[in-house]
């Protein structure tokens, strides 16, 4: 056992917390430093006298820190005597700005030098000398001996002692030693302090984890606390300004400047419950003011923003805050909170203001505050001000693991628009002051959209594919399963069936409906309605028969094209129904020589449904001339000299195949339609590019996330290029795709159908925007398109703030068919733009400018979700939920799952009492209103989950708090749990409970009902193959989906493959024998 002893004091608490802090990182970046400018008739050798003594008279210039073995926390021992030592640098006889940035060298190299708290020199002092009566006395400190107030008490300390020195005298007056002031806070808390620690229990530190300023680094460089200080040089006049205002509104200029700092935040956070650490100097007691010594801390200032708040009302609000949180300063502890949940051990946004005299002159020469840094606890960012006299002196802090000094320059900026702005317009709503200087907003509004290119078309798509056709009659234009047709064959069927359909009232403006199983005759079908001047509608015969009815009468098609099997599905729900595969024999007798088109480029040339808040999907309305650009647009970013097949994997009932249609069929490439079942399954599907070199794909990104799960990964990729589009694409995505394929150009493409099929291309080069970027950018707008991201003011936001995506230019569809107020609320008047007729579309999108001008896609602010490619209305789904008899009140919502993929989930109240006595488990799991939706809606738009509750949780004003739905428990999903009862179906519930991320799976629980859906049912069937060694096709999962039912398959599976090797076997076993070994086994009864 050591004897070791150690006298000294307890840490106070703002020394404890910091010391907390400083564990965290091997450097002590927590120091304060201060330039100090000496005018006049300057005597060095008093000074350092002088130096000494303010050492020896102040205990916490000599104190150090020390720990015993076993100490966490340590003493403050304070030294009898420390000799400082003064180095010297002398710049006389050299420019001004030299000796100014020779200065900030020496300041900067001091900041760099390393502390040893437990037995180095406290105090560390340089002093320059410009000339005979100006020189710089720098001085630096722990933040465990000194704050900022420090620093300007040790100024005035210093200037007295100067005098005194100087007239012979010696100082009587001995100051309030720190480690007295320690015990004395640590007396005050023992004393009733309920009052002040209700006051802190109020405020909500929850959200300091959401605080993320633009461009700050997912994760920091390294874990290093890198404390930086970038300078602001606003116009003396602001500051005047400003004072004038604060006093006209009675409050400090503190409070306004605090305020404004509040505003940027929110802006560029959008958090509305903002929290800002403020420093309070800790010395609000007459006795404590000129003490030295860490006495201040950053306490937490909470305020409501809201873009209708008037500035004015902020600034009382502000005012009211900051005075009580200063009033409750000594209660406030960090330990009450740090406990908590989720609470991040710091205030990331911070906030300091001090007002200085100018100077301290005595004997003939002043002491006034040069510059100085103060850095006393971890922060993301912080605002300093130095108010000297009528001039405010702004730095921002900022934590340089975190931030680059270029995004922290930009935020400088913005601050100085908001100040100013705030000053000249105090009776605006928060939301209406400016952050844009007119350079930025020229850049945003302007230089970003300088896309205009002039491709002289007058042509419809159908005529550049006849042209196509015309120069490359005999290359392969389609390929569906072993069928092909060359570029001549396709135009003649496409020119039969045109022909065939102008006979039947076909036209310019004519909707003609094409409900088809993957096929030749889709894309056959869609040139020919183009080629008479009609408009298509793509229609997926795996939708539900009643959605189907309701496209095709809300579009009034007066002519369907199908397949004989689907007449029945689809009835009587147009009145000219022709079904391809029984008909073509009479379509073929007509002519196959190109028609006369008598379409133009303004003409409706395809309609597409997508969800819609109402209940019912809308079609948006796309016309030849928004196709044209398109692919004038996309062609260039795909460089298709290299390309010559493309491979389409999607649904022809949305636009996202058109990225492979129209450039395949317009440039002589070759366009291969994957059947369903082939595109599902990633071994089918390898085995398929294997056959087939396919050199671009078009793929919504978790599809293909899906498919890279195989063990044939790598041959699932195209050669030449990848386009990841309908939804937000990950970096551990690519990453994946570029260790499989390094070679292949990977193009992240973003566009609602309303802007035809995308806008916005990214070509991943490198992962260079991964620091930033939470999902892979969406990149800059093709040509003739402009992107604008605003505010709902419609005024552009700065880079780097979140706002909504509007689009312009020559991509925006006509519209919605035949709803007119929807459109003109989507399609509005473009404000930017003085072409007459210009419209902008409201996306609903959220994104930002990154800072290299491409843009980061960031979610919905709306209720609309993107799932495995498809645009969902949630209000759609709640819509067609409250059909059912059994529910009174419904909400859905999407959550993202363990793998960070959204799941659609329904929370409901039952209509009556006598519901939950009824059937209160299957209504709990949800099984009849999923039944019902099966009816109604396509099966990515049907909720995995169904959670019964009593009552919806509320806001305070009276609507659903949506964020405070509870998540889906387990048991509300899957009922009753029955264990697998042998190897197989153990088997199977181990890989169902890893691909679902749940605890456990019965053998009666359905695989959907669990959350389950097409993408997860591929890793499953991929699994279970190599697990089992079989050839188990996916389609047996969704016609067994549970453990039990697919089990019972994989036996049968087992037990066939068995057979067949036996068989196998006798054949090889029979091949090896002469003839008359035959006979002779033969004779005797065959083989045993």
């Avoid at 002093?127 to 704050?147: E, F, G, P, R, Y």
């Avoid at 560029?268 to 007691?285: F, H, P």
């Avoid at 047996?1036 to 697919?1046: I, K, Q, S």
């Amino acid at each position: 056992m050591s004897n070791q002893t150690l006298e000294g004091f307890r840490l106070s608490p703002q020394q404890k917390r910091l010391w907390t802090l400083q564990q965290l990182t091997e450097s002590i970046p927590y120091r304060v430093q201060a330039g100090i400018l000496i005018e006049g008739n300057f005597n060095k050798e008093v000074l350092n006298i002088v130096l000494q003594k303010v050492v020896n008279i102040n205990e916490i210039l000599r104190t150090n820190f020390k720990c015993l073995p076993g100490m966490t926390i340590p003493l403050q021992v304070i030294n009898d005597y420390c000799p400082l030592e003064i180095d010297e640098h002398d710049l006389t006889n050299l420019e001004l700005e030299i000796q100014e940035n020779k200065t900030d060298f020496i300041f900067q190299e001091m900041l760099q030098q390393p502390l040893d708290l437990e037995k180095g020199s406290t105090l560390s002092a340089s002093i320059v000398t410009w000339s005979a009566d100006k020189h710089i006395l720098l001085l630096s400190l722990s933040a465990m001996n000194a704050d900022r107030t420090t620093l300007v008490n040790l100024v005035d300390e210093i200037s007295s002692c100067y005098s005194a020195t100087l007239a012979g005298k010696e100082i009587e007056e001995q100051p309030l030693q720190y480690a007295d002031i320690a015990e004395w806070q640590y007396e005050l808390l023992t004393e009733d302090t309920a009052q002040g620690k209700e006051y802190w229990q109020k405020v909500n530190l929850s959200n300091l984890s959401r605080i993320h300023l633009p461009f700050e680094r997912k994760t920091a460089l390294n874990l290093e606390f890198a404390p930086k200080v970038l300078g602001l040089k606003l116009s003396p006049t602001i500051s005047k300004d400003l004072a004038a205002l604060a006093k006209s509104h009675e409050i400090s200029n503190e409070t306004f400047v605090l305020a404004c700092w509040q505003v940027l935040i929110w802006k560029l956070t959008a958090q509305s419950d903002l929290v800002v650490g403020v420093a309070c100097n800790g010395r609000k007691y007459e006795e404590l003011e000129p003490a030295l010594g860490l006495l201040s801390k950053y306490v937490p200032i909470q305020c409501q923003l809201d873009e209708q708040l008037p500035f004015s009302q902020l600034l009382q609000q502000v005012h009211q805050a900051d005075s009580d949180a200063c009033k409750w300063q000594e209660y406030f502890h960090w330990d009450d909170f740090i406990s908590k949940e989720e609470t991040l051990p710091f205030l990331p946004i911070c906030f300091e203001f001090k007002q200085v005299d100018n100077q301290s002159c005595n004997a003939g020469v002043s002491f006034s505050i040069y510059k100085h840094y103060s850095c006393i606890t971890k922060f993301k960012i912080k605002l300093s001000c130095l108010q000297k006299n009528d001039e405010i002196h702004f730095q921002l802090y900022y934590d340089a693991s975190l931030y680059d000094l270029t995004d922290v320059k930009r935020i400088a900026e913005y601050f100085e628009i908001l100040l100013i702005s705030a000053v000249n317009n105090p009776k605006f709503t928060i939301g209406e002051l400016e952050l844009l200087k007119d350079a930025t907003r020229q850049q945003l509004l302007i230089d970003f959209n300088n896309t205009s290119v002039d491709y002289f078309s007058d042509k419809c798509i159908h005529q550049l594919f006849e042209e196509q056709a015309a120069r490359t009659p005999d290359q392969i234009a389609l390929v569906f399963e072993n069928q092909q047709l060359t570029y001549k064959e396709l135009n003649e069927r496409a020119n039969q069936l045109a022909n065939y359909l102008q006979k039947r009232g076909v036209k310019p403006e004519v909707i003609v409906g094409i409900c088809l199983e993957r096929s030749l005759e889709i894309v056959i079908s869609m040139l020919g309605i183009l080629k008479v001047g009609g408009a298509y509608l793509p229609l997926d015969p795996a939708m539900p028969t009643e959605r189907l009815k309701l496209m095709l009468q809300d579009a009034q098609t007066p002519v369907l094209l199908t397949q004989q099997r689907l007449v029945n599905k689809l009835g009587d729900c147009t009145p000219n129904i022709i079904s391809l595969d029984t008909d073509w024999d009479e379509i073929a007798q007509e002519s196959n020589q190109n028609c006369s088109s008598i379409a133009t480029t303004e003409n409706l040339a395809y309609v597409i449904y997508t969800s819609g808040s109402t209940g019912k999907p809308k079609g948006v309305a796309v016309e030849h001339q928004q196709i044209l650009n398109y692919l004038y647009g996309i062609l260039p970013r795909l460089d298709l000299a290299v390309v010559s097949s493309f491979a389409m994997v999607s649904t022809f009932a949305a636009d996202l195949g058109n990225t492979a249609i129209f450039p395949a069929l317009c440039t002589g490439s070759c366009l291969h339609i994957i059947p369903q079942n082939v595109a599902s399954d990633p071994e089918t599907l390898a085995a398929y590019f294997e056959h087939h070199s396919i050199d671009c794909l078009k793929i919504v990104p978790s599809h293909l996330a899906a498919l890279l799960t195989s063990p044939k990964a790598a041959s699932i990729l195209p050669r030449k290029r990848l386009v990841l589009g309908g939804e937000a694409s990950h970096w551990d995505l690519i990453e994946r795709i570029q260790k499989y394929a390094p070679d292949c150009l990977i193009i992240n493409h973003y566009g609602p159908t309303e802007s035809t099929v995308g806008v916005l291309t990214y070509q991943v080069s490198d992962n260079n925007l991964r620091h930033i970027s939470e999902t892979v950018p969406i990149g800059r707008p093709i040509a003739n398109t402009q992107i604008y991201i605003l505010d709902s003011h419609l005024r552009p936001v700065p880079i780097g703030v979140t706002g909504e995506l509007y689009i312009g230019g020559n991509s925006l569809a006509r519209g919605y068919l035949n709803k007119s107020e929807i459109t003109a609320e989507k399609f509005i008047v473009n404000p930017f733009s003085d072409r007459p007729n210009s419209r902008i579309y409201k996306t609903g999108d959220a994104a930002r400018y990154l800072p290299d001008g491409n843009i980061e896609f960031l979610g919905r602010i709306d209720n609309q979700i993107k799932i495995r490619g498809f645009r969902i209305e949630l209000g759609e789904i709640e819509a067609t939920i409250r059909q059912h008899p059994d529910i009174k009140q419904v909400v859905v919502i999407a959550r993202e799952d363990a793998l960070g993929e959204k799941r659609i989930i329904a929370y409901f109240l039952p209509s009556s009492e006598n519901v939950e006595t009824l059937h209160t488990t299957s209504l709990q799991q949800g099984k009849p209103i999923r039944e019902f939706l099966q009816q109604k809606l396509p099966d990515y738009m049907i909720p995995s989950a169904f959670v019964q509750l009593k009552t919806f949780p509320l806001t305070a004003n009276g609507k659903v708090d949506r964020q405070a739905l509870p998540a889906p428990e387990q048991a509300n999903l899957v009922g009753s749990f029955v264990a697998p009862r042998n190897h197989i179906e153990e088997t199977l519930a181990a890989i169902w409970t890893e691909v679902l991320k749940i605890e456990q799976v019965g053998i009666y629980n359905n695989f959907f009902e669990l959350g389950g859906h097409s993408l997860l049912a591929t890793q499953v069937i991929s699994r279970l193959r190599q697990a089992f060694q079989i050839d188990l096709p996916l389609h047996h999962l969704f016609e067994a989906p549970t453990v039990a039912g697919l089990a019972v398959v994989i036996a049968q599976k087992i037990s066939e493959q068995a057979d067949e090797k036996m068989m196998a076997e006798m054949v090889a076993e029979l091949e090896q024998l002469s003839q008359e070994e035959v006979q002779k086994i033969l004779a005797n009864g065959g083989i045993n």
